[in-house]
C-alpha cells in the first residue's frame, strides 16, 4: 500500500513517514500542495494525508483539485487549525477525516486503516479465505489453528493480493509494494515470493494467469 504526505514542516513530514513506513507502507513526501498534485497524478495512492497550513496553494486547494479530477483517493486532513467551520469547509469539499494536531501517530495509522478498509469493502483488517486466517494489521497468518512463518516480503506480496482478492495483480504492481522508486528490483523476487507462499499456504491458494499475473480469488 502506498501513501502520500503532503506537509511543509519536514521535522513532522520525516516523523510521519516512519510511522507510516514502520507499518508497513510505501510512503512519498511532498512539501506544497503543487508537489502532492503532481504526486497524485503520476502515482495512485491508496491515502493522502495533507496539512492546510502550505505555502501558495493551500491544503483546501490540493483537496479541491483532486476532486475535480474525479480522483476519489481517501484524504485525511492534518492541522492545527481547530476551527468549526475549517473543519466543515475540508470535509464538505472532499476530505474523509479531519485531524488536529497536536495528534497520536498511533490514531491516525488507526483512522487511515479504516478508510482504506472502508474503499475496500472491508470492515476489518482479518481476512479468512477457505483455512487461512491474515491479520493485515499484525501480519500474522494462521492456517487453521497453526501460525505460518512469512518473511516480510512474502507477507507484502500476501497482503497486496488479499486486499484485491478477485482481481489479477500484476508483476509490477507487486513489485511496487516491495521496491521503493530508489531501490534496484530484482527481476525474479515476485516468483520466489510467490512459490513461498504457495509452498506454505497451500498450492491452490494463488492462481497464474500470463500477461495479466497473480490473483487470490474470492471464496464467495
Known amino acids: 500500500m502506498r501513501l502520500l504526505v503532503i506537509e511543509d514542516d519536514r521535522m513532522l513530514g520525516d516523523l510521519m513517514v516512519r510511522a507510516m513506513a514502520n507499518a508497513g507502507y510505501q510512503v512519498d513526501l511532498a512539501i506544497s500542495a503543487e508537489e502532492g498534485l503532481e504526486a497524485a497524478a503520476a502515482q495512485s495512492y491508496d491515502a493522502v494525508v495533507v496539512d492546510l497550513g502550505l505555502?501558495?496553494?493551500?491544503?483546501?486547494?490540493?483537496?479541491r483539485?483532486?476532486?475535480?479530477?474525479?480522483?476519489?483517493?481517501?484524504?485525511?486532513?492534518?492541522?492545527?487549525?481547530?476551527?468549526?467551520?475549517?473543519?466543515?469547509?475540508?470535509?464538505?469539499?472532499?476530505?474523509?477525516?479531519?485531524?488536529?494536531?497536536?495528534?497520536?501517530?498511533?490514531?491516525?495509522?488507526?483512522?487511515?486503516?479504516?478508510?482504506?478498509?472502508?474503499?475496500?469493502?472491508?470492515?476489518?483488517?482479518?481476512?479468512?479465505?477457505?483455512?487461512?486466517?491474515?491479520?493485515?494489521?499484525?501480519?500474522?497468518?494462521?492456517?487453521?489453528?497453526?501460525p505460518v512463518q512469512l518473511t516480510l516480503k512474502e507477507f507484502k506480496v500476501l497482503s497486496e493480493l488479499v486486499r484485491r482478492r478477485g482481481r489479477f495483480v500484476s508483476k509490477s504492481d507487486l513489485e511496487a509494494e516491495l521496491y521503493d522508486d530508489a531501490s534496484t528490483v530484482e527481476s525474479n523476487t515476485v516468483e520466489v515470493a510467490i512459490y513461498a507462499l504457495r509452498r506454505k499456504l497451500g498450492s491452490n491458494v494463488i492462481l497464474t494467469a500470463r500477461g495479466l499475473g497473480y490473483m487470490i480469488p474470492r471464496m464467495n
Open 55 to 63: 505555502p501558495a496553494a493551500d491544503g483546501m486547494e490540493f483537496i
Open 65 to 146: 483539485r483532486i476532486r475535480q479530477r474525479k480522483d476519489a483517493t481517501p484524504v485525511l486532513i492534518v492541522t492545527a487549525q481547530d476551527a468549526l467551520e475549517r473543519k466543515v469547509e475540508g470535509l464538505t469539499i472532499g476530505a474523509d477525516d479531519y485531524v488536529v494536531k497536536p495528534f497520536d501517530l498511533g490514531e491516525l495509522l488507526a483512522r487511515l486503516r479504516v478508510h482504506i478498509r472502508r474503499r475496500e469493502g472491508r470492515n476489518t483488517d482479518m481476512v479468512e479465505i477457505g483455512e487461512l486466517s491474515v491479520d493485515l494489521t499484525a501480519r500474522r497468518v494462521l492456517r487453521g489453528e497453526a
